[in-house]
């Protein structure tokens, strides 16, 4: 049985409970694929991050990194939970605000956000905006300068950290395409932009090193650098900063070859590093903002996937097909991403043997689980992946014009939809005709 299950996620009959719901009845109703959240783990792990900022007495925000997975029922989760949510383009903020999600608690990130975007973001009252780089700055002036309002800002450093993760999602070294680089003296160019505006108010710095990240000492020494370019800044233009953003990148448990810290422990050694540098340099302690986005929503999630086909290769594979794939988690094809599966409806049952889980997409590589022991299995059984819920959903396509998956909430035992499973009018409806 993966290390990932207790005896409290599975029931008398040996099925898979997910939120207190049996997951085999979860597909039964919702039908397959189908990504189920367990409400209860976010909200904990929310919560987690809270109770370090609260007992270290740290004003703070844990604003949830809505990239991972943005939909309307999730936003209204984390508001729910006093968390604050960061967006990456105008569709996360067009969600968020459908949510109603508090907007002043809402911070925007992203390298090239458009001039629609900024106004949209401008207009409806964003909480901050994490600028990038000097396009974004002029942007930003040219729309507040037919506006009398005024904007919050955090600068985007690239602090020159190179976070040990893969290659595709580790953003904090200096080659990276965020953010304005220490180095050549671009940060402090911005810095002073920034502050000759009087409608944009500069209040913090930021910087976000990577993704499933494993190491506290990244995270560590990015805050520790983020503290010296304010220090710098307040021995040249006497600058008090309000916010320092460390971005997300916690990592979090896949398969049992992964051993991470708990995330909240991460924030732990954050905040003591902040607190130990702006003492040393007799500055006030400012806000520490985190933006975790996989360690709220990765475990929460499982994928459901009734098995089709299997292809026996005597000698060297065999393959059992399911009806997802690549379309709705593309972390394996895309980084090499690793989990763990299980038989929904025997959950203890003995291995027999070890199976790959191949998806239904005309790609070879479309491979979900590469090794996996598993008992013997029948077409219709259901397999669970575990630990998906973080860019899965999120990076879901319509390849091969497959319909994406639908998506539930599951908490005390009790199945809600949240994302309706597309239909195939759903795959036409943006489709023309041509003759
Ligand atoms: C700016 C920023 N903040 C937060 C995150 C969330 O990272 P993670 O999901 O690894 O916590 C990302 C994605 O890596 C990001 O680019
Ligand atoms: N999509 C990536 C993480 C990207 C991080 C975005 N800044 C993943 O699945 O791991």
Redesign the pocket.
Known sequence: MSEQITEQDINQENHLLIGGADATQLAQQFGTPLVAYDVSKIRSQIKAFKRVFEEKQVPYAVSYAS?AFSAIGMYEVVAQEGGHTDVVSGGELYTALQANFPVEDISFNGNNKSYDELVMAIDAGIGAIIVDNFHEIDLIEQILSTRSTSVNVLLRITPGISAHT?EF?S?GQEDSKFGFDLKSGQARVAFERVMKNSKINMRGVHA?IG??IFDVHGFVAAAEKLVDIVADWRESFGYEVEVINVGGGFGIRYTKDDTPIPAESFVAAIIDAVKAKTEALNMKMPEIWIEP??SVVGPAGYSLYTIGSRKDIPGINAYLAVDGGMGDNI?PA??Q?EYEALLASNVNAKSEEVVRIAGKYCESGDILVWQQALPQTKPGDVIAILATG??GYA?ASNYNRNPKPAVVFVEDGQAKLVIARESYDDLVHLDRHYV
Do not use: C, E
């Open positions: 990239k893969h999602i953003t976000h993704s499933q986005g996989r972390r895309l980084y991403a973080a860019y990076m």
